[in-house]
């Protein structure tokens, strides 16, 4: 079954909410996972967590459109197929590749 979506906001309603806030909200919600298309402020920055998946996919506002199905073949794959398989990584998505990493930082490429 698939997941609701919600905008960040939600979680916050009536402030800006930062970058660097965006992992303690997280830890408010049971097992989210968080889409963004901000790579530079997400990806390798973010401290990974039990608790959350954080998928930064490298897109331009442009292409915007394409995420869904990005996703769904992201969420598709063995590695990635569950909550409990996503949980604790940071996911880059770009150009033919998906990388990621978890607590101990290291940067796994999936095939």
Excluded at 15 to 28: F, H, R
Excluded at 73 to 79: G, N, Q, V
């Amino acid at each position: 079954m698939p997941g609701q979506v919600v905008s960040v906001t939600t979680l916050r309603p009536g402030s800006i909410i930062k970058d660097d806030a965006i992992p303690s909200l997280l830890c408010q919600v049971a097992y989210p996972t968080f889409v963004t298309i901000n790579v530079t402020d997400f990806w390798r920055k973010v401290e990974p967590n039990s608790g959350y998946c954080i998928v930064a996919i490298a897109l331009p506002k442009e292409r915007i459109r394409e995420i869904p199905e990005l996703l769904h073949r992201l969420f598709h794959h063995p590695e990635l197929r569950t909550k409990a398989t996503r949980m604790g990584k940071v996911i880059l998505v770009a150009m033919g590749r998906i990388e990621y990493y978890e607590s101990d930082r290291q940067i796994k490429l999936m095939i």
